[in-house]
């Protein structure tokens, strides 16, 4: 299994980027997403390039088209990406803390220094296949029987669909994941859902006081976990859960910085339907952080991928090799 420990480089010599080169990718949900801020048809990703040590590797960025999700989008990550790669080109590390210390200056541009910190943790590390526990969204038009844990979108059938999923399994863990779309009137439905053995209600408020008045329910966050700053006045409001997205927090490097912060934060790491690339640095962290993470199996959202790997489920547990990028998928931006 692979791990986070401060890694050094391979041949103890100093590393560097070079010979940035970025594309997109773009492929059809097998049944279209919906949200309570967005509809998804496909989904396209930025993809990058790097070399260290005259090897490439690939990374995935989270962002969307568009910023209904974060202030990020593809574009904007493209620009970013092109501007720290000509600030630190010429800038050497030796392990992932010197990598982390180099990047730390662009956190106002986490998704676009996630790719670099996830180039460096592969240019330092083997990459070797993880196994993680399921973790399920439910979404309209898929044929699934969960495992682990089931995360339900709040809609005005909620409570109907938390019955039909406990009336199927007495035993899986249920997530309400509500996108900051719920006020104070809501809170008497989160008390009855109570009743159906709610893991967490996952960013359930816009406003932050009502997570303060609030703190007889399971709370966590997930767009408000967008930095240490911001996890940590949640956490003094009561909030000892976190969804976070490796993309949104700048990489791998800064989460372990804030679970080492704050040692009893329960660290939920959070997918973006994402493709392979992604879903394994996904899947990776999770295995540090030992919780159940936004992985489910291959093609559950996507019949096509730009990066190749093999996948075996067993006993609600996926294994997964390290993906393979098809070049041929991918279209160069110039």
Not at 95 to 100: K, M, P, R, T, V
Not at 173 to 192: F, H, M, R, Y
Not at 303 to 313: C, P, Q, R, S
């Amino acid at each position: 299994m692979a791990r986070f420990p401060d890694t050094s480089s391979k041949n103890g010599c100093s590393m560097k980027f070079s010979n940035l080169q970025c594309y997109t990718y773009e492929a059809p949900f097998k049944h279209p997403v919906k949200t309570v801020k967005a509809d998804l048809v496909t989904r396209k990703v930025l993809v990058i390039s790097l070399e260290v040590e005259g090897n490439t590797y690939f990374a995935e960025s989270n962002a969307f088209e568009t910023d209904w999700y974060h202030e990020e989008t593809i574009e904007t990550v493209y620009q970013s990406v092109q501007y720290i790669y000509e600030q630190i080109k010429a800038s050497e590390w030796q392990d992932y803390a010197a990598l982390g210390a180099i990047l730390a200056p662009f956190r106002r541009t986490p998704h676009a220094m996630a790719l670099f910190d996830y180039i460096g943790w592969q240019s330092l590390n083997e990459r070797v296949a993880v196994t993680v526990p399921l973790g399920y969204t439910l979404h309209s038009g898929q044929h699934i029987k969960p495992q682990n844990r089931v995360k339900i979108k709040w809609s005005e059938q909620v409570l109907d669909d938390v019955r039909s999923v406990r009336a199927g399994d007495a035993d899986i863990k249920i997530v309400i994941d509500a996108n900051g779309s719920l006020g104070e009137e809501d809170v008497p439905t989160l008390e009855g859902l109570l009743a159906y053995d709610i893991d967490y209600f996952e960013e359930p408020f816009s406003d932050f006081s009502l997570y303060a008045a609030n703190r007889h329910l399971p709370l966590a966050i997930d767009e408000s976990a967008s930095s240490i700053d911001q996890i940590l006045k949640y956490y003094g409001a009561g909030v000892k859960t976190i969804v976070a997205k490796y993309a949104r927090l700048g990489g791998g490097y800064p989460l372990l910085a804030i679970k080492e912060a704050i040692p009893d934060l329960r660290v939920i790491v959070g997918g973006m339907y994402e493709y392979g690339l992604s879903k394994y640095f996904t899947a990776l962290l999770a295995s540090e952080f030992k919780t159940i993470p936004d992985v489910t199996p291959q093609g559950t959202y996507f019949a096509d991928d730009y990066a190749l790997y093999e996948e075996h489920v067993e006993n609600g547990k996926l294994t997964m090799t390290f993906p393979v990028v098809d070049m041929n998928q991918l279209e160069e931006l110039t």
